[in-house]
Antibody
Framework: QVQLVESGGGLVKPGGSLRLSCAAS????????MSWIRQAPGKGLEWVSY????????KYADSVQGRAVISRDNAKRSLYLQVYSVSPEDTAVYYC????????WGQGALVTVSS | DIQMTQSPSSLSASVGDRVTISCQAS??????LNWYQQKPGKAPKLLIS???NLETGVPSRFSGTGSGTHFSFTISSLQPEDIATYYC?????????FGGGTKVQIK
């Protein structure tokens, strides 16, 4: 069955960077676009970034444009997100999602930006 | 960006009541709309895709209608296990955008 498992969450200091990973299984990973979607505590859902199956196309939300990098390693069936120059506004649960939303979401990784 | 305006932001209803949530897109998204249910501490669960397509295993009391810019989501007979927050999401174009959510509670 399809599984998406995020890792790399935790406490990050303002101005620092976060790096999240998502391990995928149960489907042909390279066939699918992948997304990162986040949810600040007590708030709604916000799409963060999107990458093509081959990794040659990506797009970012305005809120992270210029300070985030999405990448993937199809041989390792893994998706990554790095966000630089983080602020408390980046505190959220980050979900790895297959495609542009839909059925398959990871369980989420909590990132807290605080000094 | 396509704005998704969801209403109401919260509602309280009795078990057995019919509940309807609205979602309006700022431009035509055809039928590229998902509805999710989210319970505390959990990832969103997809209930309806393509505006009206009920996902496998989802109870038939859930339904969705609409196209273009106006959409609605209905629970025909509210059950205690339906307490959750519900979100609409458009996937017509990037950036993907979500409604603000509707928190459903039991009266």
């Amino acid at each position: 069955q399809v599984q998406l498992v995020e890792s790399g969450g935790g406490l990050v200091k303002p101005g620092g960077s976060l790096r999240l990973s998502c391990a995928a299984s149960g489907f042909n990973f390279s066939d699918y676009y992948m997304s990162w979607i986040r949810q600040a505590p007590g708030k709604g859902l916000e799409w963060v970034s999107y990458i093509s199956g081959a990794g040659d196309y990506s797009k970012y939300a305005d809120s992270v444009q210029g300070r985030a990098v999405i990448s993937r390693d199809n041989a390792k069936r893994s998706l990554y997100l790095q966000v630089y120059s983080v602020s408390p506004e980046d505190t959220a649960v980050y979900y790895c999602v297959r495609g542009n939303g839909g059925v398959y979401w990871g369980q989420g990784a909590l990132v807290t930006v605080s000094s | 960006d396509i704005q998704m305006t969801q209403s109401p932001s919260s509602l309280s209803a009795s078990v057995g009541d019919r509940v309807t949530i609205s979602c309006q897109a700022s431009q035509d998204i055809t039928n590229y709309l998902n509805w999710y249910q989210q319970k505390p501490g959990k990832a969103p669960k997809l209930l309806i895709s393509d505006a009206s397509n009920l996902e496998t295993g989802v109870p038939s009391r859930f339904s969705g209608t609409g196209s273009g810019t106006h959409f609605s989501f209905t629970i025909s007979s509210l059950q205690p296990e339906d307490i959750a927050t519900y979100y609409c999401q458009q996937y017509d174009r990037l950036p993907l955008t979500f409604g603000g959510g509707t928190k459903v509670q039991i009266k």
